[in-house]
């Protein structure tokens, strides 16, 4: 008799052991925010969910969905896609009749000023009313007297940043600052005329400010905007292994 005859069935084999990580699910961008997606990619990021309606004001329903960078939100009041960023939630973006236009502030809607880069909507005369600056998103800026500053703000987790401001299209003779949060000046650049300004320092971690100032002797043109825009010097990657190519 074979070894296994009367012997009750076997179990079935076993299933492949799972590793308890499911795959991730994968969304759709809205079709109310897919222009706007276009527009901006990467930096509306992935859709993390389904787009869905929430009460909205007048009894209609508002909609909006989470991205990995934000949330594309569109009220049902104006009827306009737009998208505000993390982390502050101040950077946001519509699409007005096929215009990108772009502000920085608290308002939902977008204000007849914004355009495309994302204009401070101030006024943002010193640190408490500072705008947040975003590495290597330029930002307009209008300053409409002699003698008016525009302030924005920056926060460095690193110890040590290599930090450069760049100003331009400028309609005077403007200068900039970046000062820390005691008030010392930490770097200038105040080149005669309408020259483009700029700065590179090498800063600790903290919180910095950026003051945009026009002479006091000097009439801006308040219809054309400067622009500013923040970025970082890269650091030196590892040194190459030895008979590797250096840095391309």
Excluded: K
């Amino acid at each position: 008799m074979p070894p296994t005859q009367g012997l009750a069935p076997s179990a079935p084999p076993p299933e492949p052991e799972v590793s308890g990580v499911q795959d991730a699910l994968v969304y759709a961008i809205g079709s109310d925010f897919a222009d706007l997606q276009q527009a901006l990619d990467p930096l509306m990021g992935a859709p993390l969910e389904e787009a869905h309606a929430i009460p909205g004001a007048d009894g209609c329903d508002d909609e909006q969905q989470r991205t990995s960078t934000g949330l594309a939100y569109l009220p049902c009041t104006s009827g306009v896609s737009s998208f505000v960023a993390d982390p502050d939630g101040m950077y946001h973006w519509s699409l007005l009749g096929g215009r990108l236009a772009a502000w920085i502030g608290p308002q939902i809607d977008p204000p007849d000023l914004a355009m495309d880069p994302p204009v401070c909507i101030g006024p943002a005369r010193d640190p408490e009313t500072a705008c947040p600056l975003r590495m290597n998103v330029a930002v307009a800026g209008f300053l409409r007297e002699p003698g008016e500053s525009d302030a924005y703000r920056f926060t460095l987790q690193d110890p040590s940043t290599d930090v450069v401001a760049d100003l331009t299209n400028l309609s005077a003779d403007y200068d900039l600052y970046v000062v820390d949060e005691s008030g010392a000046v930490r770097a200038q650049s105040m080149q005669e005329g309408t020259s483009p300004e700029h700065v590179e320092q090498l800063l600790a971690a903290g919180t910095y400010y950026v003051y945009v100032h026009v002479d006091s002797g000097r009439e801006p043109d308040p219809a054309q905007a400067y622009t500013l825009r923040l970025s970082q010097v890269a650091s030196p990657t590892d040194e190459a292994p030895i008979g590797a190519a250096p840095y391309e």
